[in-house]
């Protein structure tokens, strides 16, 4: 079983920045693919960005040049750096992992972190 808590998330003005990290615990955590998604009210949760174990990242077209999305893997920590952040940022963030298992893949989640980018 794999715990995910996040932390970083808050009030911030429009142009401003925050660094969201999740770490990872439990027994067999394998650092596979971890990703950062966003739910707004009333909308579907959204990807907003995943690495993967070598690095490769993946952003949306309304994160990428704005975020950075890293991996600490002694620490077992993801992180999100937002930076130039617009109130349509706004939403609760979560962090995902993928974990293999010997026939599929297991996906968890973390409780969220609440961001709120207004003036």
Do not use: H
């Not at 993967?52 to 999305?69: C, K, L, M, V």
């Not at 940022?89 to 980018?117: F, K, L």
């Amino acid at each position: 079983q794999v715990q995910l808590v996040e932390s970083g998330g808050g009030l911030v003005q429009p142009g401003g920045s925050l660094n969201l990290s999740c770490e990872a615990s439990g027994s067999g955590f394998f650092f596979y693919i971890m990703g950062w998604y966003r739910q707004s009210p009333g909308k579907q949760r959204e990807r907003v960005a995943v690495i993967n174990e070598s690095g490769a990242t993946i952003y949306s077209d309304s994160a990428r040049g704005r975020f950075t999305i890293s991996k600490d893997g002694a620490k077992n920590t993801l992180y999100l750096q937002m930076n130039a952040l617009k109130p349509e940022d706004t939403a609760v963030y979560y962090c995902n992992s993928i974990q293999p298992r010997s026939q599929d893949y297991a996906a968890y989640w973390g409780q969220g972190t609440q961001v709120t980018v207004s003036s």
